[in-house]
């Protein structure tokens, strides 16, 4: 049995999806009958989707009425968490801006080193290692210019294009992500296979985006099919290459991060035996020990993951959050708390550099903690919707004082 109450659409559709796909892999004859439940959903996407998903075999759909029942209640603690949220946001921004396809150098490997174009190289280095998306924007556009032929530069175009809710330019870097990657395969079989995963999980993600979680089930349940047919091909060529664990080890996060009764413990033992680099691999460890509640293991793989990438404001804001949670009911809050305002303002060194909508949760946030810390009155709530909806993809150039 699974619970899901309303929220993101993207989130909920794709966790179904991989738990299909999970399910129906077994090779058990006398399976039991899956029974998802929707707490408290609208009526009308509820039918739509038992009419789409629900086909399925051995699948129930139920709605779940929001009374004063254990059942309910359980459902909705679970997935309310603010944290687990942010862990699958973590988890998708990983996989959507190819996160699987850190070639840069190829970190990945100190055998049979697999080369990428050096302007891809910049953009992805840019990206990831210091965490700034407006100028990796435009070394992605010139890596598309220069070296036509490399998917990693199509994925990223994606993610980006996804960040700006560009849904037709995301649609096609989806696609040329594919494309180039089925190309590639005769040559270099165990990359071709990983992008053209990649290429079908954006392809999914899209639709979902552009159709909603009812009319888009289909194509994304069709669509995560593939994305697993392609990364078993992988697996099957190299099961302990590095950047194929990775993205595995993503997967199984995000999938860990947003179903009940899920543990990320998996997730964590494959990152951090197989995965690289290692700046991405402790990334995720940080996030699946937060959502455990080991915060102290989460802190130190932060702090490993800073140690390799010290100006990336996403890391810090990942520290910030384990810091803030860690704080709650410790008799050393205020220790702990200062420590959280530091990291948020190494978070929001350089707004601009950052997707408008990230910049105002990572101020609101902040806003917090500074009234936890001095117990001032501050209008957090209009403070950071004012940055939300001000217009521009890209967050200002100052933020309101504090």
């Not at 079989?189 to 289909?218: C, D, M, S």
């Not at 004012?386 to 100052?398: E, F, L, N, S, V």
């Amino acid at each position: 049995m699974v619970y899901f109450n309303n929220g993101n659409p993207c989130v909920h559709i794709w966790s179904i999806a991989l738990l299909l796909l999970k399910y129906n892999a077994r090779e058990t004859k006398n399976q039991e009958n899956l029974t998802i439940f929707f707490v408290a959903p609208r009526e009308s996407e509820l039918s739509t989707f038992k009419n789409r998903v629900g086909e399925h075999s051995k699948i129930i759909l139920e709605d779940v009425k929001m009374r004063k029942t254990r059942l309910a209640s359980l459902g909705k603690q679970m997935l309310s968490s603010k944290q687990t949220i942010r862990a699958i946001a973590s988890a998708a921004v990983a996989l959507i801006v190819g996160i699987n396809s850190a070639l840069a150098g190829d970190p990945f490997r100190t055998r049979n080193p697999q080369a990428i174009g050096l302007y891809t190289e910049t953009a992805f280095k840019t990206m990831f290692q210091e965490g700034n998306y407006k100028q990796a924007k435009a070394q992605v556009q010139q890596a598309l210019s220069s070296e036509p032929n490399e998917p990693l530069a199509y994925a990223m175009a994606a993610s980006l294009s996804y960040i700006e809710q560009d849904l037709n330019s995301m649609n096609s870097y989806a696609t040329k992500t594919r494309e180039v990657a089925e190309k590639l395969t005769p040559t270099n079989p165990l990359r071709g296979n990983i992008y053209t995963a990649a290429g079908h999980f954006l392809e999914g993600a899209h639709a979902i985006a552009k159709e909603g979680t009812a009319k888009g089930a289909p194509a994304a349940l069709n669509k995560l099919r593939s994305v697993f047919q392609y990364l078993d091909a992988a697996e099957k060529i190299d099961a302990n290459d590095p950047e194929l664990n990775l993205l595995k080890g993503y997967m199984d996060l995000m999938l860990a991060s947003n179903l009940p009764f899920s543990n990320p413990s998996e997730a964590i033992k494959r990152l951090e035996e197989k995965a690289f680099p290692r700046y991405l691999a402790y990334r995720g460890m940080a996030v699946g020990y937060r959502d455990l509640k080991k915060y102290d293991r989460a802190l130190e793989f932060a702090d490993k993951a800073l140690a390799e990438t010290p100006t990336n404001p996403e890391i810090h804001y990942l520290k910030a959050q384990i810091l803030f949670a860690q704080s709650k009911n410790q008799p050393n809050s205020k220790t702990l708390l200062e420590e959280a305002r530091k990291n948020f303002d190494a978070a929001l060194a350089k707004p601009d550099q950052l997707p408008r909508s990230l910049v105002a949760e990572i101020f609101f946030q902040q806003c917090r903690t500074r009234i936890r810390l001095d117990s001032k009155p501050r209008d957090c709530d209009p403070m950071r919707d004012k940055i939300r909806d001000a217009g521009g993809i890209w967050g200002p150039t100052a933020l309101p004082p504090l």
